[in-house]
């Protein structure tokens, strides 16, 4: 299995700040890495695919950058409904898809 | 609109045997792929496989391999997942999503969810 690694596991920030997540795959998977928030009690919602494509009704503050084994996700100025949990995602080997262990954003 | 809406939440005993359903709307159900997720409570998000509606061709994790059996019936839009004896561990909340294949790859929509609780 191909394991994903995201820091910091847990994070606080303030609202407007400028936060960056970061994944690493456990060996080369190219851009097939996704971005998904989950928020308590739902389902989770994709926001970035392909490392770095911004899904359709996304805001503009969420980007993602990175390929290989290396992968960002920043919010450019985190709003009061950022506060969630993030995972990334890598299907690269679709058959084996594995989620990092998520990032719990928390209001400081 | 696309659409997976899940089948409502289950209280079992260890031992039981479970199917729960994902209906798809919005969509031509047969070509695209759809996956089953894991959520423990309080825990992360763990893919358990998939299935292509189509040809029902289906995929599993190794690390749930032989402990579910996932389905699909095209003519109804309708993925399943099942269990056929269930343990306290398999507590869970579990969704279904849609999974898009182009030059890469995502799950772009999701069910709601399906507490599965397991308890004597």
């Known amino acids: 299995d191909i394991q994903m690694t995201q820091s910091p596991s847990s994070l606080s920030a303030s609202v407007g700040d400028r936060v960056t997540i970061t994944c690493r795959a456990s060996q080369s998977i190219s851009t097939y890495l996704n971005w998904y928030q989950q928020k308590p009690g739902k389902a989770p919602n994709l926001l970035i695919y392909?490392?770095?494509s911004l899904q359709n009704g996304v805001p503009l503050r969420f980007s993602g950058s990175g390929s290989g084994t290396d992968f960002t996700l920043t919010i450019s100025s985190l709003q009061p409904e950022d506060f969630a949990t993030y995972y990334c995602?890598?299907?690269?080997?679709?058959?084996?898809?594995?989620f990092g262990q998520g990032t719990r954003l928390e209001i400081k | 609109e696309v659409q997976l809406v899940q089948s409502g939440a289950e209280v079992k005993k260890p031992g039981e045997s479970l199917k729960i359903s994902c209906k798809g709307s919005g969509y031509s159900f047969s070509t695209f792929w759809v996956g089953w997720v894991r959520q423990m409570p309080g825990k992360g998000l763990e893919w358990m496989g998939i299935v292509y509606p189509g040809d029902s061709d289906t995929r599993y994790s190794p690390s749930f391999q032989g402990q579910v059996t996932i389905s699909a019936d095209k003519f109804i839009s309708t993925a399943y997942l099942q269990w056929t004896s269930l343990k306290a561990s398999d507590t869970a909340m579990y969704y279904c999503?849609?999974?898009?294949?182009?030059?890469?790859?995502?799950?772009?929509?999701w069910g709601q969810g399906t507490l599965v609780t397991v308890s004597s």
């Open positions: 999503a849609r999974q898009v294949v182009r030059n890469t790859n995502w799950f772009d929509s």
């Open positions: 995602q890598q299907t690269y080997s679709i058959f084996g898809i594995t």
């Open positions: 392909g490392a770095s």
